[in-house]
RNA sequence: GCGGGCGUGGCGUAAUGGUAGCCGCAACGGACUUAAAAUCCGUUUUUCGAAAGGAAGUGCCGGUUCGAGUCCGGCCGCCCGCACCA
């Protein structure tokens, strides 16, 4: 009996609307029971979803689908990431307001998400533009300025002269605006600091306990925070004439051992050292100036070379009266790091070594190893571990190892009173004021009398103005006529508001503890938050691996020690899906091209339309610059949302980038028909019960391992295995369908195959899923319908495929009860006509039995 | 430069130190069909052989082991992150 062809179009709005219905997908505020927070890092409203978001929030659908089934409650909610400056630049390309174009866009990619089927608490949704939602980013922002948490401070910062903002340093990249591209300059500002660096030890020292995310994220987090143990120390000061000066000169080091090596020191171009100095040397000044307009970028690019600039000035040797150092200002050293002044040891460093080369400083080797001569005339030596490497040159740390040298030298300092063990970190302190509209306002007054006063509680939200334009470059807020000119809380005088917005990375630091009370009168209702977090998986792209996966740590803390949340670690295991990519086409002219206008033909691939000859390009992530973008519109509407999800589960492993191909797609389509047809022809079968009959014993068995193997492969988010394991089920059926005689056990055995495969596939294709499932006469529906139980027994095998090797090499196999007797075992296989043939007259030194698996026979050569 | 990851059929991939290549795609052969599509069955690592049956094989070289795709060392190639952090 042919069945009819599964209809997705009339399909899948249907199921669709029976979930949103029946609330299916609504977290129940049952704290009583166990649960389970699944999370996808929540899209940007660019204008459309594309195919890394169907992937991304494929993998977070199956995972909540699949815990709710086997009992979880289930918190798997949606929202939007929502302030940032694509809206703004539509608003000066195209003069759309930021807010109707952010509002537009996620009414457009809320229908296409929900088109997807995706089991998402629609309830819960916010976006963080919503006044709702920043009111609370807002009090929390005055709780943590009480708390401590807040700095405002005069600094250097990194200026987008594109995006006309400031940057954090994690925005940074390769000396460029992380979104605009352009070179950042420095410019000094008073910014608003979120004091993260407090924090460096904490956020380190966890790491740690996040067992479950991925190695290669928590190391780059580690790097980034990048801490180091060494000394500040102080050297005195003199001039020219050996004057000595009020000021000495502190620099940080983490080679005190090295400091017999020391020919000169330096300062950062910024450093206050400097920056006095150079009132009175106009050479000095010249320098400063150029380091400046190089800014930090060129120089990464270029690795140009070490320069300095000599300061006048000497730094006395500690422990050394007539050494003296000149001391420079260098393009090499950060006024960012340490004290941003070092001493310079050529012989052990070599951005030293190469500074000294060029000003022929004196190289002095001081470490090298044991009863070898040193020589630094090729460049540095630079092994410090180990206890070969050992102190010369050195006074009295000669013969020490470089641990123990620095243990001695950091005593002496220590007991002079000239310097102390240092631990310095290279994470910086999180600058979040943005000179930008579409962000949360900052929520200070300035005051001429009263300084800055935090707006009270009680007039929160600091709304955004509608009215604003968008004619000139800059910040809007603070072209206002009216919005900044507010009378001071504290003394009702004239005063202005802070015009400056949050970095939008704010926003996506608590999103997840808000998804748990979202409409709740404090940002996070702590019961709530108590129950549902941490988030129990996470999932997005490695691209956040620092930025936001940082930010978001630090951010528990810091509602953590205000009271908002009663845990430190918001995500307890995080996963990185691989990005989607797709082939690209190029004409000779270097011109994109559509892949779907590439058609090969005679071994060559032309264009469909003017029959040039085309280059093929790699295959690279979807971007619509090189046109290789594939729309999630257009494949839903030809195929479906299961066959999308299906194809986006198969064949790659989740954190591997996927490629989309059509041919892939049309075999996901072609297993959705099949499915159908099995499951039609199973429901056409006379009712029956699966029994330990022989007939139906091989498929049940089938059934059974498949859904152990499925269950072990979704617990581990391993859905292309699942996959494999859900084909093989498939065939099997197949197989079975197609005898002749069906007995009765038989009957049952495909029945309950086609329950386990229906409820199997339904994480992954939940309509085509739904519709099956009725269809096998079930009233529920597949959501509410519980994973199944296996059968021990018919898991369990009873027979077992042995290999035979000989010295290691597979010669035979044999086939035996499970567990059987070794000795047994062993004398079945030497009695083997085959295995006595390579055995010849040999000896057997001695046979090796893995139970149920080999049994390697080891015979003299 | 520093740190990390990955190299398996034509392709995507699978394999608790224990029979390498499950599953899928593509390809080829066959069945059904007036024909095509769809579907179903079969073959498909390379090589020698008519077959039976051999031999080789997880980037390269070596090591540990009864046994290595898997563990260790050294290369080669590709990818990613950080990058003057003293």
Redesign the pocket.
Known sequence: MAAERYNHRETEPKWQSYWTDNRSFEAKEDYSKPKYYVLEMFPYPSGRIHMGHVRNYTMGDVIARFRRACGFNVLHPMGWDAFGMPAENAAIERGIHPKTWTYENIATMRRQLKSMGLAIDWSREFATCDPSYYKHEQAMFIDFMKAGLVERRVSMVNWDPVDQTVLA?EQV??GKGWRSGAVVEKRELAQWFLTITDYAEDLLGALDGLTTWP??VR??QK??I?R?E?MTFTFELEDAKGQKLDEGLTV????HDTIFGASFCAV?ADHPLAKGLSKTNPTLEGFRKEVAALG?SE??IE??E?RGCPLGVFARHPFLKNVKLPVYAA????????????FG?PGH?Q?DWDFAHKYHLPIIPVVGPRDVEVSVSEGPYLEKDGVESVLVNSEFLDGLTVPQAKEEVAKRFEMAGLGKRTV?F?LRDWGVSRQRYWGCPIPVVHCPDCGIVPVPKSELPVQLPDDVKFDRPGNPLAHHATWKHVACPNCNTPATRETDTFDTFIDSSWYFARFTSPHDESPVNVEAAKYWLPVDQYIGG??H??LHLLYSRFYSRAMHKTGHLNADEPFASLFTQGMVIHETFKTEAGEWVLPSDAIHKDGVWIHANTGEQLIVGGVEKMSKSKRNVVDPDTIIASYGADTARWFML????PE????W?E??A??SW??T??IW?IINDIAELPKAEATMEVDGLALRRVAHRSIAAITDDLNNL?F??S??RI??LS?AM??AL?LPNKPQDMIGALREAGNFLVIAMAPMMPHLAEECWRLLGHRASVVDTAWPQTIAALIEVDE????I?V?????D?ILVSKDCDRGLLETRVLEMD?IKRLIGGKTVK?V?I?PD??V?I?VAE
């Open positions: 340093n990249i390769d190695e290669k190391l780059m790097n980034w990048g180091s060494g940080y080091t983490t080679r950062s930090t120089e990464n690795r140009a070490k393009n090499f050293v950060l006024m960012g790091y340490g004290e941003g002044a070092i040891c460093d951005r310095n290279r490695v691209e691996a620092i198969s064949d790659t492993p591997r980038d996927i490629e191909t041919a892939g049309d075999g072609k297993f028909q099949k047809r391993r292309n295995r996959i494999a084909y093989e065939n197949v197989s197609q077992v495929t042995i290999a090797q010295n290691g090499k597979r010669r196999e085959s001695k090796i893995v698996r080999i390697n080891v």
